[in-house]
């Protein structure tokens, strides 16, 4: 069983909603990364969380560390955010900050 | 541009053929990583540097080694690929104290 666990795989999505992508973790952690990959395969880090919630434009990350529970958020959703969306963690003892990646939620927004 | 810059993008190879994959990031970072990607899987780890000098194993070490000579460059080596090598090979970098990543735009490999 992965240590960081993502639910959905795959999420589609008209064009306007409300989208939202999970991420739990088993064991504890130092930190918890949101990524971003396109079609053609470049990653982008959109978040780091400790803790609380961070937004940034249309996105927000929250994490629940007693839960062990991490969520992406999406409003008003664009074709242009169709991607995979991947949550990481930082599990400690972790020398080199290393991460430990979920599989990934492939999101599609149709228009 | 400031960045993780990997080389080449794409390549096939026969087995037991050997390469070498470089990644340049020009923004003084400490760490470094190699990572690959397989459908169904999350990225993983294959090596890592925490520093001029230093490499570290990741958790799928067994096929390939690396270096880093010097602080802007790590270079994953294939000495004999394998079709199991196939792969998108990934190159990021961090600060030590910082948070953030920042990742090359991969390497396709194909081992036929």
């Known amino acids: 069983k992965n240590e960081v666990e993502q639910s959905p795989q795959n999420l589609t999505a008209q064009e306007g909603e409300f989208i939202t992508i999970n991420c739990s973790y088993s064991?504890?952690?130092?930190?918890l990364h949101w990524l971003q990959q396109h079609p053609g395969g470049g990653i982008v880090s959109l978040f780091m969380?400790?803790?609380g919630k961070k937004k940034h434009g249309r996105l927000i990350a929250t994490i629940n560390i007693q839960e062990k529970h991490s969520s992406l958020h999406i409003t008003a959703s664009h074709p242009r955010d169709s991607a995979v969306y991947i949550c990481a963690a930082k599990i400690p003892p972790t020398s080199g900050s290393r991460l430990t990646f979920g599989e990934g939620t492939q999101l599609t927004v149709n228009p | 541009n400031a960045g993780v810059t990997q080389t080449p993008k794409f390549r096939v190879l026969k087995t037991g053929q050997s390469m070498t994959l470089l990644c340049a990031q020009d923004m003084n970072h400490e760490y470094m990583y190699w990572y690959r990607q397989d459908p169904g899987m999350g990225l993983r780890l294959i090596h890592y540097s925490v520093g001029e000098g230093t490499t570290a194993k990741g958790e799928v070490p067994d096929g390939y080694n690396v270096s880093r000579l010097k602080k802007q460059n790590f270079l994953l080596g294939l000495e004999s690929a394998a079709p199991s090598q196939t792969s998108v090979y990934f190159c990021?970098?961090?600060?030590?104290?910082?948070?953030?990543?920042?990742f090359g735009s991969g390497t396709r490999l194909t081992v036929v």
């Open positions: 969380l400790s803790s």
């Open positions: 990021a970098s961090s600060y030590s104290a910082a948070p953030g990543y920042t």
């Open positions: 064991v504890g952690i130092s930190a």
